[in-house]
Nanobody, 123 residues
Framework: QVQLVESGGGLVQAGGSLRLSCAAS????????MGWFRQAPGKERELVAG???????YYADSVKGRFTISRDNAKNTVSLQMNSLKPEDTAVYYC?????????????????WGQGTQVTVSS
């Protein structure tokens, strides 16, 4: 069974940076797509950054140029470097994975969700 543990969230002022990390276990993830989602109060969960099995990346328009996703297949981790944070980035951030390996399939993953990590950006 896949387990995901997110860490690195916190409270930061607008313009600041945070780095989120996700440790995945239970499988070998080199052929999985991996990514970061977020859910703000009253809004649906959205994919903000993803990486396919062959390291193609996706970024939501709202985070392009500010967020960078990276993965370490040897350590089964995926990280999200978030710079120039804005109050509208405030949300619970979740990582997830998909065995089919693409960004498209990651968007519709049926894998269970972890507990997430809260990111709060103050103005």
């Amino acid at each position: 069974q896949v387990q995901l543990v997110e860490s690195g969230g916190g409270l930061v002022q607008a313009g600041g940076s945070l780095r989120l990390s996700c440790a995945a276990s239970g499988r070998t993830f080199s052929h999985y797509s991996m990514g970061w989602f977020r859910q703000a109060p009253g809004k649906e969960r959205e994919l903000v950054a993803g990486t396919s099995w062959n390291n193609r990346t996706y970024y939501a328009d709202s985070v392009k140029g500010r967020f960078t996703i990276s993965r370490d297949n040897a350590k089964n981790t995926v990280s999200l470097q978030m710079n120039s944070l804005k109050p509208e980035d405030t949300a619970v951030y979740y990582c997830n994975v998909d065995p089919r390996g693409t960004i498209a399939t990651l968007m519709s993953t049926s894998n269970s969700w972890g507990q997430g990590t809260q990111v709060t950006v103050s103005s």
